[in-house]
């Protein structure tokens, strides 16, 4: 029986197949944190969880973004790839420049990426009032 008592715990917890399975387990979340914090190859769970618990700087921007897509009148479907080209910006800098056109012109690169689907349609012209 291992105990955390005594000088030959750490040895005696070693050499089991619990403490290599934890072992192991460490291992893996520390890669998948790494991957999380570069953006890169992390399972969607696990970066949705650990995006619920970090303070966004990039709040403000979204906020924005959702307010202008909604009142350009788009569908979920037409929005989607404008989020999705969004979501590849890895720095705050990135994001204001893609942001700061019109929902037209962000549309316009988001589709250029490669990222509509089969279902979205572009957003009908806006008539001035």
Known sequence: MVTELGPDWYKKASDTEWYSELTSSVESLHMQVRAWVGRQGIDPALSRCLDAFVHRVDKDLLSKLAANLNSAGLTNDQQRPIWESLTRRTTLVDMRRFLDR????????????????????????????
């Open 102 to 129: 019109s929902v037209d012109d962000i549309w316009v690169e988001a589709l250029r990426q490669g990222r509509q689907h089969e279902s979205a349609e572009p957003p009908a012209p806006q008539e001035d009032a």
